[in-house]
């Protein structure tokens, strides 16, 4: 069964700090990796996107590596803001029939 | 958020009414799905379309039905609401190694 996992389950950091958010997958075949960050009260938003070949993807304040042997995946936020306050999800897509598994997701919380 | 939107965002219904979702998106996307989001749980997959009058179950497809007659809509169907279908519902779309785009979520509290 396809599965995956995020951790820590829930975080709080001060601002101006940086914090990781770690995430293991059990998908095969594999197609590609997405981090998606998640306000309260509205859909999921994409963050990257990595496929198989791709070790490290950056979005402004947002880096996220892959490591396709160990089947990890980290998402590191450098100098938080308030507004990073949300929850961050981590989904693998299958190459069998498009399909994306969801982690359970990291609720962070940034405070002043 | 971009051209996908859900309809009604918040419905407070009684057991055993049936209760209709409505996605709709304008990205011309072939692929379409239904999830349910609970505390506890990640994201879980009711039902997807590949294409008009073409859908599949998900992990969680007990008790829903789906149709999709256009490529921009895709309607989740609780035939009988019970309890345990409360809920937040997200609908999404993409075309596979793209980015998904996911509507604003349709709270749905069954009484």
């Known amino acids: 069964k396809n599965q995956v996992e995020q951790s820590p389950q829930s975080l709080i950091i001060l601002e101006g700090k940086n914090c990781t958010l770690q995430c293991n997958y059990t998908v095969s075949p594999f197609s590609n990796l997405r981090w998606y960050k998640q306000d309260t009260g509205r859909g999921p938003v994409s963050l990257t996107i990595m496929t198989f070949s791709e070790n490290t993807k950056s979005n402004g304040r947002y880096t996220a590596t892959l490591d396709a042997d160990t089947k990890q995946s980290s998402l590191h936020i450098t100098a938080s803001q308030l507004s990073d306050s949300a929850s961050y999800i981590c989904?693998?897509?299958?190459?069998?029939?498009?399909?994306?598994?969801f982690g359970g997701g990291t609720r962070l919380m940034v405070k002043p | 958020d971009a051209g996908i939107t859900q309809s009604p965002r918040h419905k407070v219904t009684e057991t055993g009414t049936p209760v209709t979702l409505r996605c709709h998106q304008t990205e011309n996307h072939r692929y379409m799905y239904w999830y349910r989001q609970d505390p506890g749980h990640g994201l879980r997959l009711i039902h997807y379309?590949?294409?008009?009058?073409?859908?599949d179950k998900g992990e969680v497809s007990d008790g829903y039905s789906v149709s999709r007659s256009k490529t921009e809509d895709f309607l989740l169907t609780l035939e009988s609401a019970t309890s345990s279908q409360t809920s937040v519902y997200f609908c999404?779309?993409?075309?596979?190694?793209?980015?998904?785009?996911f509507g604003q979520g349709t709270r749905l509290t069954v009484v």
């Open positions: 379309s590949y294409g008009v009058k073409d859908t």
């Open positions: 989904a693998v897509e299958s190459n069998a029939g498009n399909m994306l598994t």
């Open positions: 999404a779309s993409w075309t596979g190694n793209t980015e998904a785009f």
